[in-house]
Nanobody, 125 residues
């Protein structure tokens, strides 16, 4: 059974950092393209970052480029999203998603079959 579990969210002040984790079970994460998405109240789900299964190439939304870093630890079957210089507009529920058919990164939620339950990130003073 494919399962993704996010953790690491919380309340942080503007300018602070958080590292989100996406732990996989039931499959080898390295064989899947992984995406991080977020959804703020009243807004559509937004693709934040993605890492390709085929060549490890990465994608970042313009709004997070230079501040967020996606990485993969195959030994722990976990993907991370390191978020630095956080802003109030980064406040959202963050989800990780996985799909075995995607060879390259994707920021389209429709292309992912497996989703975690989400973790809340709140950036506020």
């Amino acid at each position: 059974q494919v399962q993704l579990v996010e953790s690491g969210g919380g309340l942080v002040q503007p300018g602070g950092s958080l590292r989100l984790s996406c732990a996989a079970s039931g499959f080898t994460l390295d064989d899947f393209t992984i995406g991080w998405f977020r959804q703020a109240p009243g807004k559509e789900r937004e693709g934040v970052s993605s890492i390709s299964s085929s060549d490890g190439s990465t994608y970042y939304a313009d709004s997070v480029k230079g501040r967020f870093t996606i990485s993969r630890d195959n030994a722990k079957n976990t993907v991370y999203l390191l978020m630095n210089s956080l802003k109030p507009e980064d406040t959202a529920v963050y989800y990780c998603a996985a799909d075995p058919r995607l060879a390259f990164w994707s920021d389209s939620a429709d292309e992912y079959d497996y989703w975690g339950q989400g973790t809340q990130v709140t950036v506020s003073s």
